[in-house]
């Protein structure tokens, strides 16, 4: 009867959710906040969005037109990443933005780098701007025409036009290192104040942009609607004054339309208020019924299906247990070590009396064969920095993982550490030895032998503690585990430690998503790792002005003979250094700038000497920290 009751709560939702779901993308996305900004900006509306939210609010705008916040309060537009614009104002009756180029803001002699990137973003030039044409470094160059002085490099010099006015019969391209375009407002410039004069003031000011409506939206903003982007179903969708959600546009005229939403919502609940009937109808003629609760039976078939595919394929690498022998093992469940989006961890024996951790996964939608297929090859894998799968088990839904017990637990509780008796802080050197321990897993993980195994969810509560404080990457393979609808794609609408999350991940401008979006969050870690011991966490920082990132690196700024901690020794210092530059290189903005982990490695064995100091990391991640993303926070 139970069973039934509850099968029947599964119809139940199952109904509800399927019907609701088509109409209505979900309740976040239909509200977008108002009235956001940054500290010091305009409101960020419509097509604009705040893109440090977490989950993002790309639904509320134009995919392209993403913004953040910087350090000082200001806002910033970084069409793609590492080219980066001050957001000076938005006017959203005009349709226009003011922006200034982030390389030459607030500079006395600025030296442009590039042209304002358009790309395909649905913006374009105001007829307020004028462009102004820069020839750096000039070998050769007629006489009598001003140089600008502050950019001369010796016998060379740099020169500025109005586009089109250069002076005529002479190869200004052929004769300079570069030529770069820069747009600026007209009324910035007076013919008889001289260009070389005016220029710097021009570019502080910025340009003004027009915003367009893109192809997508045009039918969906024709019909009153607001565009946005579904980050689940990844396509533009409409907003419709009357609060439905539409692919395109918002239908008809307003009262029909109302009309129909309504129509919908009395067909959700008429369909609700149906199922349950059928529920009741079907439990009060259950004996009769027997046909239908065989079929429910069928599905101990599919059981057979993965047994035959288990024959088939030979031998398992390791060894499958029966739930019995689960609950066995943890003593029926007694002990529970932690918990987390994919299930509950359990402290077990095996026959043989050695400590294991079971981990008994929540009931997924993947098929049993899949389970297979991703247990077999993480028992493939084997290195020691990785926890070691000792086996498995498969009884209709019930699935469960046997790994090797750490006995040190999670490398989170020492570095985030609660009670300084239980945890005391790790020396620097088992620091160092784990950092570079992670490093190795991980490379390892990247190099795969026929594919490589990208891990998403780095971060210090799935990196375990053996006995010896030997680190081991824990819950990689976990993301394939889950169904999919828990993959990376929805990690928005997920919950996860952000933090760790690299930009590309959660916002697509950045770039692709691949295994050195791994690089980042372990980059991340390691620079918690030696924040810890200062008692400074990615999260408090949040919560202040300061960036973390850009706290630690003033420290590595400022040069090799500043101390982190009172009393370290040399040979401390320069491990936290190495940690430090070796963190900042990992979370690099853009993914090509981030090194692979077997750079990581090097750096973290080589020599001091022979680090570069990163550019200093520009951007942000979201600002909320509970988040998991399908799994998370467990120990295991
Ligand atoms: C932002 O929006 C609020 C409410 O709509 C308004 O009161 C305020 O003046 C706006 N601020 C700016 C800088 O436009
Ligand atoms: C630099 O210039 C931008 C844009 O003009 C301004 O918003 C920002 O506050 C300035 N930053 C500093 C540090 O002065
Ligand atoms: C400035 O240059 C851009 C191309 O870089 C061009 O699209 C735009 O029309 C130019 N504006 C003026 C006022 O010449
Ligand atoms: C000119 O070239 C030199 C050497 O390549 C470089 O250091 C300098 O920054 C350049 N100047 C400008 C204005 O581009
Ligand atoms: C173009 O350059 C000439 C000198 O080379 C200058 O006299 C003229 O004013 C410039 N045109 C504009 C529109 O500034
Ligand atoms: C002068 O400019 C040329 C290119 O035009 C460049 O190769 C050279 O390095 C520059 N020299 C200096 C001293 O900046
Ligand atoms: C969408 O769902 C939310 C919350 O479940 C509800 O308030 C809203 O009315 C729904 N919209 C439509 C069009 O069904």
């Given at each position: 009867m139970l069973k039934f009751a509850f099968l029947c709560a599964l119809f139940l939702l199952f109904t509800t959710r399927t019907t609701s779901g088509s109409h209505n993308i979900s309740s976040s996305e239909t509200t977008c906040p108002a009235?956001?900004?940054?500290?010091?900006?305009?409101?960020?509306?419509?097509?604009?969005?705040?893109?440090?939210?977490?989950?993002?609010?790309?639904?509320?705008?134009?995919?392209?037109?993403?913004?953040?916040?910087?350090?000082?309060?200001?806002?910033?537009?970084?069409?793609p990443?590492?080219?980066?614009?001050?957001?000076?104002?938005?006017?959203?009756?005009?349709?226009?933005?003011?922006?200034?180029?982030?390389?030459?803001?607030?500079?006395?002699?600025?030296?442009?780098?590039?042209?304002?990137?358009?790309?395909?973003?649905?913006?374009?030039?105001?007829?307020?701007?004028?462009?102004?044409?820069?020839?750096?470094?000039?070998?050769?160059?007629?006489?009598?025409?001003?140089?600008?002085?502050?950019?001369?490099?010796?016998?060379?010099?740099?020169?500025?036009?109005?586009?089109?006015?250069?002076?005529?019969?002479?190869?200004?391209?052929?004769?300079?290192?570069?030529?770069?375009?820069?747009?600026?407002?007209?009324?910035?410039?007076?013919a008889d104040g001289g260009l070389v004069n005016q220029f710097a003031g021009a570019m502080d000011e910025g340009f003004v942009l027009e915003w367009q409506t893109t192809a997508?939206?045009?039918?969906?903003?024709?019909?009153?609607?607001?565009?946005?982007?579904?980050?689940?179903?990844?396509?533009?969708?409409?907003?419709?004054?009357?609060?439905?959600?539409?692919?395109?546009?918002?239908?008809?005229?307003?009262?029909?339309?109302?009309?129909?939403?309504?129509?919908?919502i009395g067909l959700i609940i008429a369909g609700g208020i149906g199922a349950l009937l059928i529920c009741i109808l079907l439990y009060s003629f259950r004996r009769k019924l027997k046909p239908i609760v065989s079929e429910i039976r069928q599905a101990k078939e599919i059981d057979k299906d993965i047994e035959a595919f288990i024959r088939n394929n030979g031998p398992l690498p390791i060894k499958r247990y029966s739930y019995s022998?689960?609950?066995?093992?943890?003593?029926?469940?007694?002990?529970?070590l932690g918990q987390g989006g994919y299930g509950q961890v359990?402290?077990?024996?095996?026959?043989n009396k050695s400590p294991v951790a079971v981990?008994?996964?929540?009931?997924?939608?993947?098929?049993?064969?899949?389970?297979?297929?991703?247990?077999?090859?993480?028992?493939?894998?084997?290195h020691v920095n990785i926890v070691n799968l000792l086996g498995f088990c498969l009884e209709g839904k019930k699935k469960a993982l046997v790994y090797d017990f750490m006995s040190n637990g999670s490398l989170e509780k020492f570095i985030r550490s609660?009670?300084?008796?239980?945890?005391?802080?790790?020396?620097?050197?088992?620091?160092?030895?784990?950092?570079?321990?992670?490093?190795?897993?991980?490379?390892?993980?990247?190099?795969?032998?026929?594919?490589?195994?990208?891990?998403?969810?780095?971060?210090?509560?799935?990196?375990?503690?053996?006995?010896?404080?030997?680190?081991?990457?824990?819950?990689?393979?976990?993301?394939?585990?889950?169904?999919?609808?828990?993959?990376?794609?929805?990690?928005?609408?997920?919950?996860?430690?952000?933090?760790?999350?690299?930009?590309?991940?959660?916002?697509r401008n950045f770039g692709g998503v691949s295994y050195k979006s791994d690089v980042y969050s372990y980059g991340m870690m390691i620079l918690e790792m030696v924040g810890g011991r200062q008692n400074i966490s990615i999260q408090a920082s949040h919560s202040s002005e300061t960036y973390f990132p850009h706290w630690i690196y003033k420290h590595v700024e400022v040069g090799s003979n500043v101390a982190w901690q009172e009393g370290m020794t040399k040979e401390e210092n320069e491990i936290c250094r190495k940690m430090i530059i070796a963190g900042l290189w990992c979370i690099q903005t853009v993914p090509s700038d981030r090194p692979p982990m077997s750079r990581v490695v090097e750096m973290l064995e080589g020599s001091i000497d022979q680090l570069q100091i990163p550019p200093k990391p520009f951007i942000f991640s979201p600002i909320k920290s509970e988040v998991d993303i399908c799994s998370t926070s467990s120990c295991y």
């Open positions: 009235n956001k900004r940054c500290k010091n900006g305009p409101n960020i509306s419509y097509p604009f969005w705040f893109s440090q939210g977490s989950p993002p609010d790309q639904y509320c705008g134009y995919p392209e037109l993403g913004l953040i916040c910087y350090d000082n309060g200001n806002t910033i537009f970084a069409p990443p590492g080219l980066n614009y001050y957001v000076k104002d938005i006017d959203y009756a005009s349709h226009s933005l003011k922006l200034v180029d982030f390389d030459t803001a607030n500079k006395t002699c600025p030296r442009a780098l590039h042209k304002f990137p358009f790309g395909n973003l649905p913006l374009s030039h105001s007829p307020l701007n004028l462009n102004l044409s820069f020839y750096y470094n000039c070998s050769q160059y007629p006489s009598g025409v001003p140089s600008i002085k502050c950019l001369s490099s010796g016998l060379n010099e740099s020169f500025v036009f109005l586009m089109g006015n250069e002076t005529k019969g002479f190869d200004w391209l052929r004769n300079c290192q570069e030529n770069v375009v820069v747009t600026v407002m007209k009324d910035q410039i007076t997508s939206c045009a039918q969906c903003e024709a019909s009153n609607g607001v565009c946005g982007y579904s980050t689940t179903k990844k396509e533009t969708v409409c907003f419709c004054n009357d609060g439905s959600t539409r692919s395109n546009k918002c239908q008809g005229e307003e009262g029909s339309s109302t009309g129909l939403s309504r129509l919908i022998e689960i609950k066995k093992m943890t003593n029926c469940f007694g002990s529970k359990y402290k077990g024996n095996l026959s981990k008994v996964l929540n009931a997924s939608k993947g098929n049993g064969e899949e389970f297979i297929n991703e247990v077999v090859s993480i028992s493939r894998t084997s609660n009670n300084l008796e239980t945890d005391p802080p790790l020396s620097w050197k088992r620091l160092h030895h784990i950092a570079e321990g992670i490093a190795k897993g991980l490379e390892y993980l990247h190099r795969g032998c026929n594919t490589r195994i990208l891990h998403f969810d780095i971060k210090p509560s799935n990196i375990l503690l053996d006995k010896n404080f030997c680190p081991k990457i824990s819950d990689f393979g976990m993301a394939k585990l889950c169904s999919n609808t828990q993959s990376i794609i929805s990690m928005y609408g997920a919950r996860g430690t952000v933090g760790y999350i690299a930009p590309e991940v959660w916002n």
